[in-house]
Each structure stands twice: as structure tokens, then as C-alpha cells.
């Protein structure tokens, strides 16, 4: 069993900055893909970024590509997303997710990740 607990949202205005991490507890980390969605309402959830813990591969949605980062630190068990420029339409609930995923293919899609957190709320205002 694996056990995430995200922090780190909040209410922003346009153009700050934020740091979500995701705190990860149960089992050794080694075989899983740790990925990052969001959800807004009235939307479905969308895949933002993810790191396979084996050897850091990282892959992102295209669309936010040069402005969040997602990188995480072994000696902690966490998994960070630094979101910078941040826009209104970033404004959602985001989650962490971990999953045993053999194909990169399969890392965007949600369904196919085995634990979720809670999740935090990131707001921002124009």
C-alpha cells in the first residue's frame, strides 16, 4: 500500500509562484511512476507531469512545458511540482499519483494509476 499527502496549494495571483509537494509513504518507491494531474471544475482530469523514480525520466504535458517543473528527492520520499507564471486557468485541484506503469504511453492517463492523495486546492486570480 502506498499513501501520498500533497501540500503546498493556495490562493496566488497571476504570474506567482507555487510549490506542491507530495509526500509519499507504504512502500519502497523504486518501481513506481509518480505523476502529477489537475482537475477544474467541471473538467475532467488532466495529466500535468510525471517522474519515473527508477531512473528520473520525466515527461510533461505539452502545453505546460517551460513553466512547471516536477523533480523529487529520494532521501525524503517526496515528489515536488514547481509552477511558475502561474495563469487563471491553472486553478484547479491538483493530485498526486503513483502507479506501476510499464509503458510511457500509459503515464497520461489517470485510470491507470493505482494511489491518489487527497489532493490541494491551487487558486489563482487575475
Known amino acids: 500500500q502506498v499513501q501520498l499527502v500533497e501540500s503546498g496549494g493556495g490562493l496566488v495571483q497571476a504570474g506567482d509562484s507555487l510549490r506542491l509537494s507530495c509526500v509519499v509513504s507504504g512502500r519502497t518507491l523504486s518501481a513506481y511512476t509518480m505523476g502529477w494531474f489537475r482537475q477544474a471544475p467541471g473538467k475532467e482530469r488532466e495529466f500535468v507531469a510525471v517522474?519515473?523514480?527508477?531512473?528520473?525520466?520525466?515527461y510533461y504535458a505539452e502545453s505546460l512545458k517551460g513553466r512547471f517543473t516536477i523533480s523529487r528527492d529520494g532521501a525524503k520520499n517526496t515528489v515536488y511540482l514547481q509552477m511558475n507564471s502561474l495563469k487563471p486557468e491553472d486553478t484547479a485541484v491538483y493530485y498526486c499519483a503513483a502507479g506501476d506503469l510499464p509503458y510511457s504511453s500509459s503515464y497520461y492517463y489517470s485510470a491507470n494509476y493505482n494511489y491518489w492523495g487527497q489532493g490541494t486546492q491551487v487558486t489563482v486570480s487575475s
Open positions: 517522474v519515473r523514480w527508477s531512473d528520473n525520466r520525466i
